[in-house]
T-cell receptor, first 112, second 112 residues
Framework: KAGVTQTPRYLIKTRGQQVTLSCSPI?????VSWYQQTPGQGLQFLFE???????NKGNFPGRFSGRQFSNSRSEMNVSTLELGDSALYLC???????????FGSGTQLSVL | AQSVSQHNHHVILSEAASLELGCNYS??????LFWYVQYPGQHLQLLLK??????LVKGIKGFEAEFIKSKFSFNLRKPSVQWSDTAEYFC??????????FGDGTTLTVKP
């Protein structure tokens, strides 16, 4: 069974631009969540989708948004990029509520 | 809001030494508890989890953790570490649907 796939692996953007990250969950997993990982902040929860509905959102500004498609694939969008948005963005999928998370390799975003 | 504290940011041990990594959480209700591990160059992966029942849970590679409800703790232990245990360890709490709160992580370095 294929794991969680995130694309692209690396991304370099400049301030003010926007970016879209993609995540394909493990087949059969309906929950997809996103995390921002930085050396100083650890893993910070961004949001979680289940069956195309956002169930929870973390404490991030509205520039961070996401969506989930009917095939459970998810995208995350960050608009008006800031230098502080540079981080590893991790996607995780799970079968459902309160199940263990399976993580992807992440997208390393650098904002210059 | 839920918070998770991991007491040690960096632990250095020699092979065969015993390991205990502390984890405390703030939520007083029913929680699901996890330890995840990230080996160098690899994805985050589940080490062990506690949902209910026996508060002493066993995970992969000889790790175990004890849930002490009165202390809001879920400490990770291993009697004898190996060089291959060098990794970053994250404690996580899932208090409601779809959202996991992670600690800042503990980097374990095992000297051969």
């Amino acid at each position: 069974k294929a794991g969680v796939t995130q694309t692209p692996r690396y991304l370099i953007k400049t301030r003010g631009q926007q970016v879209t990250l993609s995540c394909s969950p493990i087949s059969g997993h309906r929950s997809v969540s996103w995390y921002q990982q930085t050396p100083g902040q650890g893993l910070q929860f961004l949001f979680e989708y289940f069956s195309e509905t956002q169930r929870n959102k973390g404490n991030f500004p509205g520039r961070f948004s996401g969506r989930q498609f009917s095939n459970s694939r998810s995208e995350m969008n960050v608009s008006t990029l800031e230098l502080g948005d540079s981080a590893l963005y991790l996607c995780a999928s799970s079968l459902g509520t309160n199940e263990k998370l399976f993580f992807g390799s992440g997208t390393q975003l650098s904002v210059l | 809001a839920q918070s998770v504290s991991q007491h040690n940011h960096h632990v250095i041990l020699s092979e065969a030494a015993s390991l205990e990594l502390g984890c405390n959480y703030s939520y007083g209700g029913t929680v699901n508890l996890f330890w995840y591990v990230q080996y160098p160059g690899q994805h985050l992966q589940l080490l062990l989890k506690y949902f209910s029942g026996d508060p002493l849970v066993k995970g992969i590679k000889g790790f175990e953790a004890e849930f002490i409800k009165s202390k809001f703790s879920f400490n990770l232990r291993k009697p004898s570490v190996q060089w291959s245990d060098t990794a970053e360890y994250f404690c996580a709490v899932n208090e409601y649907a779809g959202k996991s709160t992670f600690g800042d992580g503990t980097t374990l370095t095992v000297k051969p």
